[in-house]
Antibody, heavy 115, light 107 residues
Framework: EVQLLESGGGLVQPGGSLRLSCAAS????????MNWVRQAPGKGLEWVSV????????NYADSVKGRFIVSRDNSKNTLYLQMNSLRAEDTAVYYC????????WGQGTLVTVSS | DIQMTQSPSSLSASVGDRVTITCRAS??????LVWFQQKPGKAPKSLIY???SLQSGVPSKFSGSGSGTDFTLTINSLQPEDFATYYCQQYNSYPITFGQGTRLEIK
């Protein structure tokens, strides 16, 4: 069974940084692209970033480009999202999700950017 | 960017009804489309991939169709647990984009 478990969310001040992690199990992690998707309170889903299985291909939404960095450690079956220069509008539940055509989701971790 | 437009934005239906939700892409995406169900406070759940293939474990009351720019999700014989918000997602090209969601409510 695929399991994705996010961690690292919390309250951070505007301009601050946070690193999210997503621990994966139940599948061959290195064989699959992984995404970060976020959902602001009461809003719809917004794709944030994707990284290929080997880590060599990466894409970002324009809204986070230059501020967020996605990475993965296939030896640890873990996906990361380094979030810098955080803004109030980055407040959301952040989900990790497997595959470009998403087939599995984590439970999400809440990031709140506020002073 | 490819815009995904769902209709309707909200829908009221009764237990036992059949409903159809539409998703339209601003340009052709082949069959690179997924449908999700999301209940309040929960993570989304994947229902359909490649426009018409049922994810493992999803009941056959859910079905998807379409290709190119126009897609539909049909839910047969609505049950109380089906009342939720439904999203489509295209993965033909980056950035990946989602529809705005369709809220399915009990009449």
């Amino acid at each position: 069974e695929v399991q994705l478990l996010e961690s690292g969310g919390g309250l951070v001040q505007p301009g601050g940084s946070l690193r999210l992690s997503c621990a994966a199990s139940g599948f061959t992690f290195s064989s699959y692209a992984m995404n970060w998707v976020r959902q602001a309170p009461g809003k719809g889903l917004e794709w944030v970033s994707v990284i290929s299985g080997g880590g060599g291909n990466i894409n970002y939404a324009d809204s986070v480009k230059g501020r967020f960095i996605v990475s993965r450690d296939n030896s640890k079956n873990t996906l990361y999202l380094q979030m810098n220069s955080l803004r109030a509008e980055d407040t959301a539940v952040y989900y990790c999700a497997k595959e470009r055509g998403i087939d599995s989701w984590g439970q999400g971790t809440l990031v709140t950017v506020s002073s | 960017d490819i815009q995904m437009t769902q209709s309707p934005s909200s829908l009221s239906a009764s237990v036992g009804d059949r409903v159809t939700i539409t998703c339209r892409a601003s340009r052709g995406i082949g069959n690179y489309l997924v449908w999700f169900q999301q209940k309040p406070g929960k993570a989304p759940k994947s229902l359909i991939y490649a426009a018409s293939s049922l994810q493992s474990g999803v009941p056959s009351k859910f079905s998807g169709s379409g290709s190119g720019t126009d897609f539909t999700l049909t839910i047969n014989s609505l049950q109380p647990e089906d009342f939720a918000t439904y999203y489509c997602q295209q993965y033909n090209s980056y950035p990946i984009t989602f529809g705005q969601g369709t809220r399915l409510e009990i009449k």
